[in-house]
């Protein structure tokens, strides 16, 4: 067929009864076409609007994976869980804030590793725990920390801020605490009679709130597992705040018993039923609280104090103490004469009723608060467990029965 420029006729013949079927199928074909073009052209376009859009978040995508995912001991890639909802601070605004970690921002040093002072370019003045390579906390208690404090909000425990994974390097920020550790006060001589009775006592009743809540009020139900006077920060006003959560185990309803082969916590304050048989519970915090509240009324440690020669250690000398009706000369010398008498004496009594030996036998802290702001009738405590410095050498050589072993066991 020729090719023309001006517009021609051309005129087909066909038989009628098959232009008509061809036209109805021309139709219906025309109309699957039309539809079929157009699904397409839908489908084509969403796709490329779709890998747009994906290219387009990448980068920011990729950074938060990095930010979560890191390399830990034999470079397995570890994903760490509930940090969607934690602040990310990038290394290059902490190195900034602590001057590259200079010496004279740190203001502590603990298991986890050394803690500094920042201040951030707004001027606000934060504090830094940075895991050391030497520490023997890792991933774990760094995942514990992370995940047990990230969601709680209470006056009495410290605020988690955020958190910076960069490579090997895991480090945690926290609010700044004015006057640090609680045990930088009470076992400092000069220290020690800055704090008056008034202030102990308060300082007694805000960590009994804070267990409380951990325990009780909580969405996740904490054991904290390590409380002692280095893990209560104070504020500016001398506000107690439980931190470092590393060793804490969370529970569900009343399942408040469990079991483990790798015992940790401190010496002086690890219960006997967790020390020995790798039992531990709420039960275990109770005691922790009970040694701690008799070393906030006399400003001395559990472990290594002495009496007058006796093989004592503060449990056994507060015991002592209460059963010949003399526990008020246990108190410090420097409050003794400005103390209420009545508040001390419940305080000490509260404190021999959480130190028992057998679990069952010590109250809950609900009990433990009540007690504390009423002026009902206390039962009488039994002896304490661990009263004496040979209690505890003798620990390494029960450690092995129900093939417990005792591990991370700190000095204090």
Known sequence: MGEHDDPQELYIRLATSKLAGQSSFDRKHGVLTIVLCVSSAALLLCAVVYVYRKKKKMPHKKRREDAHTFNYEDDTSVQMENLDELPFFSQHKIVKATNNFSSDYKIGEGGFGPVYK???????????KRLSETSEQGLDEFRNEVICIAKLQHRNLVKLLGYCIHGKEKILIYEYMDNKSLDTYLFDETRSSMLDWRQRFGIIHGIARGILY????????????????????????????????????????????????????????????????????????????????????????????????????????????????????????????????????????????????????????????????????????????????????????????????????YAT
């Not at 920042?118 to 830094?128: C, F, R, T």
């Not at 054991?223 to 529970?251: C, Q, T, W, Y």
């Open 118 to 128: 920042g201040v951030l370019e707004d001027g606000q003045v934060i504090a830094i």
């Open 214 to 409: 951990l325990h009780q009020d909580s969405c996740l139900q904490i054991i904290h597992r390590d409380l002692k006077a280095g893990n209560v920060l104070l504020d500016s006003e001398m506000n107690p705040k439980i931190s470092d959560f590393g060793l804490a185990r969370r529970f569900v309803g009343q399942d408040t018993m469990d079991k483990t082969k790798k015992v940790v916590g401190t010496y002086g304050y690890i219960s006997p039923e967790y020390a020995v048989h790798g039992r531990f519970s709420t039960k275990s915090d109770v005691f922790s609280f009970g040694v701690l509240m008799l070393e906030i009324v006399s400003g001395k440690k559990n472990r290594g104090f002495s009496h007058e020669g006796q093989s004592d250690n503060l449990l056994g000398h507060s015991w002592r103490l209460y059963i010949e009706d003399n526990s008020i000369e246990l108190v410090n010398a420097s409050i003794r004469k400005l103390c209420v008498i009545s508040e001390v004496l419940r305080s000490i009594h509260v404190a021999l009723l959480c130190v028992q030996h057998h679990a069952e036998d010590r109250p809950t802290m609900l009990s433990v608060v009540l007690m504390l702001t009423s002026n009902g009738v206390l039962p009488p405590p039994k002896e304490p467990a661990f009263w004496s410095e040979e209690s505890y050498r003798q620990l390494g050589s029960v450690s092995s029965m129900d093939e417990c072993m005792l591990t991370l066991l």
